[in-house]
């Protein structure tokens, strides 16, 4: 294929998730309004401290399932229901076996006085019900279909804005637990639709381990690597809600909200390279860097252009949210630069992961992973808030730096050599 129907077809996959993105943008951020008003700062706190916590553990109950279908359905495609019915069974696995032991340790991770009813439910509602959408998800990905990629992760949020805007019809308060079992029902129904929809395009999965014998490696890295992703983006909100109080997580959270809502465009364009990412490693840095580059001038102009947005307009919380969290503009105003940070850090990761170089982001992820605990153990407890803002963007800036110099330095050792595309071992099952 030719490079330019290759620009054509990763513009029209980009384009694709990007109007995705556009739809799901303002379906989280009304999500997020009426989640603010309906459940108060404290019950909202609760629900962003656990929350981020099941995020942080789910990609370990999967274990990298949803890479290794993008990956092997990308270079491998006949293989890609095979990796569909693994993921499937591993997600059962997964969430039978990490979701207990959530459940376990949950009365010292959570904030005091949660209930257990809503782990439970958030367990289930996202390494079950959601996981199937997002492995589902994946096949589109895999398929180069970000037209049905971007229908999945649309209904997602939009089911499950229905179903707590139905909720709020009830005459009754909204408690923590209704908002969750809400969560539970919409998610459960956007899994069932994706699920449908992966099956018509690659056939029935056949469900079973087999094609992760001899990945478990490359799985645990995927793995590991996603799941340390996520807790560095979330092991501040844990750590507040044990270490402060959940109001304190609800303003924090908040802020936090914008942000990731404004990384939703980026989290599109990186979507869309994924794929072809370990397909132009496959003839090494010389056919790799050319297309990251073209990826990253308008990633790094939307990231610089965004921050300044949100720094500038971030008064706008208080009319929206209400008074008890106006708390969070100064620190929106601060957080906001983790949009450029992101960005400055996803592109070297992903070129490390498509140059067969994962176990490196992994180490570097895990090494910053440590320093982020380490620093909000250390300021949370005298600043609260702003000690987890500050921490985060120290650890946003490192992972930024370290990731690059790796690169520089993957780049320098390979000069001339080939590139075994995507993971830490080369060949395809």
Not at 32 to 54: D, K
Not at 224 to 243: C, F, P, S, T, Y
Not at 266 to 280: E, I, S
Not at 399 to 409: D, E, G, K, R, S
């Amino acid at each position: 294929m030719s490079p330019s129907r290759l620009d054509r077809g990763f513009a029209r996959n980009a384009g694709a998730l990007l109007l995705g993105q556009a739809v799901r943008v303002p379906i989280t951020a009304v999500y997020f309004v009426v989640a603010t008003r309906a459940l108060g700062v404290e019950s909202f706190g609760r629900l962003a401290a656990v929350t981020a916590l099941i995020m942080i553990a789910a990609p370990f109950s999967a274990l990298g399932s949803g890479a290794l279908i993008v990956k092997y359905g990308a270079i491998q495609p006949e293989t890609t229901g095979r990796w569909l019915g693994a993921g499937l069974t591993m997600s059962v696995i997964g969430a039978t076996v990490v979701g207990m032991l959530l459940l376990v340790f949950s009365p010292v991770l959570i904030p005091v006085g949660t209930e257990l009813a809503v782990v439970g439910g958030l367990v289930l509602a996202e390494f079950v019900c959601a996981r199937a959408a997002d492995l589902a998800s994946s096949v589109f990905v895999a398929r180069e279909q970000m037209h049905i990629t971007a229908f999945c992760q649309v209904l997602l949020p939009a089911l499950r804005l229905l179903a707590v805007g139905l909720l709020l019809l009830s005459s009754s308060p909204v408690s923590l637990r209704a908002w969750v079992a809400a969560l539970v029902l919409s998610s459960s129904l956007s899994g069932a639709i994706c699920l449908a929809l992966a099956v018509r395009a690659v056939g029935r999965p056949r469900f079973g381990l087999a094609p992760f014998r001899g990945r478990w490696r490359e799985a645990a890295l995927f793995s590991v690597g996603i799941g340390v992703q996520v807790a560095h983006n979330d092991i501040d909100k844990v750590m507040l809600g044990r270490l402060d109080d959940p109001a304190g997580v609800g303003v924090y959270a908040a802020a936090y909200r914008v942000v990731d809502t404004a990384w939703l465009p980026m989290r599109a364009v990186l979507g869309a390279a994924w794929p072809r990412l370990f397909r132009h490693a496959r003839g090494g840095p010389g056919e790799l860097l050319p297309f990251v580059r073209k990826v990253a001038r308008p990633s790094l102009l939307y990231s610089t252009a965004v921050v300044i947005v949100m720094v500038t307009a971030a008064g706008v919380l208080v009319p929206l949210l209400g008074q008890s969290y106006a708390a969070s503009v100064p620190l929106l105003r601060v957080l906001a630069v983790v949009v450029l940070l992101r960005c400055l850090h996803y592109l070297p990761a992903d070129v490390l992961t498509g140059m067969g170089r994962q176990g490196v982001r992994t180490v570097i992820q895990v090494a910053v992973l440590a320093a982020n605990i380490g620093l909000n153990l250390w300021l949370i407890p005298t600043y609260g808030v702003w000690g987890a803002a500050w921490a985060t963007l120290v650890c946003e800036g490192a992972l930024a730096v370290a990731l690059w110099t790796a690169l520089i330095v993957v780049l320098r050792r390979l000069r001339g050599e080939p590139v075994t595309p995507g993971g830490a071992t080369g060949a395809a099952p």
